[in-house]
């Protein structure tokens, strides 16, 4: 276990805040983890609250225990790599893909595949920050959502990458199809998200003061289709299910959501909602260089888009949406 001792010297914010500045190593989301975990202590008592205000004087510890060693066994998969070097990679995930064990899905994960593909000859290549059952995840993808994902092989980029989110440098676009017409081209989703209230299962638009978390999603129609529309989306949270909670509260869910959806038959075999993450924009996490990433559509979001293209009389999307083009390091 690694200690670092702090001393506060003038005014000071809030102990993750004031943390996260004095260590360059540590995320503001970890050092909130170290907190909930018990391994801050304020002079010489554990800290319980991130948002403890700091004191002229006051003497800090923090506690950082060893990486625990993975208990996971690595399952070989299939995995398309869009891009992948010693620091990260970023993986197609395919729909049906659970992203880490969970209950009810204890072998079979993203994680699983992923262990065996990082094996170096002396155990898994991946970050250990995201714990023993998310080793290297930086943020999910629902099981039944397709796309690029950003992976962590170390701690470093971990870091660097989860600092790229929170201060959205970092650019995550989906595109979907949903039922119904937006009324203008674009716009902005604005809208707290939590547990639904009454369903467990699901999550909805939640009032911040009863425990919802901002939420906000920007949004550009890529092509009107009669009553479905071909969209884009840009995260500027991550919260679970947001885009789709999102598109159901204003009136035109993703189509094929088995959560928020109206459940409509458009004689096409989905293997899940029709939501892709197509684009990641990042700053690689060593070189600093810009890193861009597009994801192929999966099959069946091409042949519901040609469908509804056809009966819309609508030419196809450009090759760039279609297939994705070649990744870049600039």
């Known amino acids: 276990m690694k200690k670092l001792e702090f001393s506060v010297g003038g005014d000071a914010p809030r102990i993750d805040r004031w943390l996260a500045d004095q260590v360059d190593s540590l995320s503001r989301s970890h050092i909130q983890k170290l907190i909930e975990q018990g391994h801050v ?37 299939d995995l398309e790599m869009l891009f992948e070097d ?22 079979g994960t993203l994680v699983h595949g992923l262990l065996a593909h990082c094996q170096d000859g002396q155990g898994s290549t991946l970050s250990g920050i995201g714990g023993v059952e998310r080793p290297g995840i930086v ?10 994902m950003m992976v962590a092989k170390t701690d470093q980029a971990h870091q660097h990458l989860q600092a790229q989110i929170a201060a959205k440098t970092a650019l995550r676009e989906y595109v979907g199809i949903v039922y119904g017409h937006p009324s203008t081209e674009i716009g902005c989703m604005d ?69 928020y959806s109206r459940g409509r038959s458009l004689k096409v075999n989905l293997s899940g909602q029709v939501l892709h993450a197509w684009r990641l924009s990042l700053k690689h996490p060593v070189s600093g260089t810009d890193l861009e990433v597009k994801a192929p559509l999966p099959t069946d979001f ?14 196809p999307m450009n090759n760039l949406l279609r297939t994705g083009e070649s990744n870049r390091q600039n």
């Open 191 to 259: 809208f707290p998200i939590g547990r639904n209230p009454t369903d467990r299962i699901k999550m909805a638009v939640v009032p911040e003061e009863k425990g919802g978390k901002a939420a906000v999603t920007q949004w550009q129609i890529l092509q009107p289709l009669g009553n479905y529309a071909l969209v884009k989306f840009r995260l500027e949270t991550g919260r679970t299910h947001q885009i789709r909670v999102h598109c159901a509260q204003m009136g035109w869910p993703i189509v094929g959501d088995p959560l």
């Open 41 to 77: 202590q304020i002079n010489h008592k554990i800290c319980t609250s991130k948002k403890y205000a700091l004191q002229i004087g006051d003497q800090i510890q923090v506690h950082i225990p060893a990486p625990r060693p993975l208990a996971l066994e690595p399952e070989p998969m």
């Open 302 to 315: 091409v042949k519901l888009l040609n469908r509804l293209q056809k009966h819309s009389h609508f030419s």
């Open 139 to 148: 943020h999910r993808l629902d099981k039944d959502t397709t796309g690029a």
């Open 86 to 107: 010693d620091h990260l990679l970023i993986v197609n995930k395919p729909a049906g893909l659970v992203v880490h064990p969970a209950p009810g899905h204890a072998t």
